[in-house]
């Protein structure tokens, strides 16, 4: 996202681009490299892994994500090129920190050879702004491309958002993208880039996964043709807020009623033109107390200026410390302690059960035993037995559980079948 300022190319000349330098010292360990081996990580991504396993929306989906992704100060070039920078990690590393959110501003305006490109640069909607050793989008595109691609990557799904100002290039523009991104791309086999699909149309992870077609394009506008088939206009719409206008759990800003039908977003802006434009004055920030009252509500878009490692963490919403961590190699259950988070245990030890009721509201049993009862005891009440799949659920259950004096109780979630891969029972 971007703001109109004139005053914009001025200071873009007058800035003394400290962010170019870079300092000479000891070896230390690469921040990406630790987070990826880090058991938050590892817990991160099982959550990813579960709401792709039932097939949940999109829109109920978490899609943690930067705001001006390309914005980097990884990128910063000569003229002071990226020199009032969003981020200080490149596309590659922020997904490598669990991004899946990615914001793309592309401006179709004279580049580096002296002719038109399409240019990834945070300028006004005329280009004014810009400048000619930005980044082709191609080189954004790209990193993407290299990434999505990985081996180790293969069941990833993202958003890419593209906010574009294309000078109507709608047919130029796309076949960029699909000379990178083709193979990937979601396509729509009906509808308009302007209808916003329906709760019950909305693409699905595990379908999507299976398909092959990871990537979700989002842009701000629509164009005749082609563009159809491949885009929609933002899905949250109305519904995205900047942290300072957040009023925290359970007021949640919005009815359950448009989190059940619409993606919600979150973003920050933390770009400061010399105190003229202060945005994190005018937006907030994100918080390690407001993040998980965010994530509470259901918060399904994530927009995060500034995004590192420690961000990256605030993303875990299910496992406590540690976990999932087979201890004994012998702990293939979900259970949720006492204090709402996830741990996995030895499938014998005996909890009370989390069920759902015929409303779908969270109830727990009176009697306890092993996990593998669960669904039986469950359906003596007339119950399901039940797992949280998203924040929201997880929070509900935990009320419950305070509500019923339970501890700690099974969830409907196990590992028994491929360690490492969590599910439903069967």
């Known amino acids: 996202m971007k703001r109109t300022y004139p005053f914009l ?28 081996q880090s058991p938050e990580a590892k817990a991160i991504g099982i959550q990813r892994q579960i709401q792709r396993e039932v097939n949940l929306p999109v829109h109920k989906a978490l899609f943690y994500g930067t705001h001006n992704s390309y914005n980097s100060r990884a990128y910063a070039g000569p003229f002071f090129s ?54 082709p989008v191609g080189n954004g595109l790209s990193e993407i491309q290299n990434w999505i691609s990985a081996p180790q990557n293969q069941n990833e799904i993202i958003i890419l958002y593209i906010e574009d100002y294309i000078d109507n290039r709608a047919d130029q ?28 149309t909305m693409p699905k992870l595990k379908d999507m996964l299976s398909s092959g077609k990871r990537i979700l394009l989002m842009s701000d506008f629509c164009y ?15 519904f995205s807020i900047h942290p300072k206008d957040f009023r925290g759990y359970p ?33 907030g920030t994100f918080t390690n107390s407001n993040i998980p009252q965010m994530l509470s509500c259901g918060i399904s878009v994530f927009g995060i200026d500034q995004f590192n490692p420690d961000f990256a963490k605030l993303g875990l919403w299910s496992w406590g410390a540690g976990e ?5 190699n012998n702990e293939h259950c979900a259970q949720i302690r006492s204090d709402g988070r996830w741990n996995d245990n030895n499938c014998s030890v005996n909890f009370r059960y989390a069920c759902k009721d015929g409303l779908g509201n969270w109830a727990i049993t009176d009697s306890s035993g092993n996990w593998s009862n669960g669904r039986s005891a469950c359906a003596a009440y ?23 004096g339970a501890s700690d109780v099974w969830v409907d979630l196990t590992d028994q079948y491929r360690e490492g891969y969590w599910e439903k029972g069967r």
């Open 224 to 238: 005749p043709g082609a563009w159809n088939s491949y885009f929609k206009q933002m899905f949250f719409g109305n």
């Open 9 to 36: 190319v001025l200071a873009l000349l007058l800035s003394a681009g400290n962010g170019l330098m870079a300092s000479r010292g000891a070896v230390v360990p690469n921040p990406i490299d630790l987070f990826e």
């Open 82 to 135: 990226y020199s009032f920078p969003n981020q200080q990690y490149s596309i590659t590393d922020q997904l490598r920190l669990g991004a899946r959110f990615i914001e793309l501003d592309v401006h179709y305006v004279l580049g580096a050879h002296f002719a038109k490109d399409f240019l990834l640069c945070h300028a006004q909607a005329n280009g004014v702004g810009c400048n000619v050793f930005d980044r």
């Open 173 to 200: 523009f796309l076949n960029i993208v699909k000379s990178y991104l083709g193979p990937y791309l979601y396509e729509y086999s009906t509808g308009a880039c302007g209808d916003v699909p329906s709760p019950d």
């Open 324 to 328: 999932p961590n087979n201890y004994n």
């Open 382 to 404: 007339g119950w399901q037995f039940s797992a949280p799949l998203t924040p929201y659920e997880t929070t509900k259950l935990q009320e419950t559980k305070t509500s019923k």
């Open 251 to 283: 007021d949640c800003n919005w009815s359950r009623s448009t989190y059940d039908s619409s993606m919600t977003r979150v973003y920050n802006d933390s770009t400061n033109y010399f105190g003229i434009y202060d945005g994190v004055k005018e937006t």
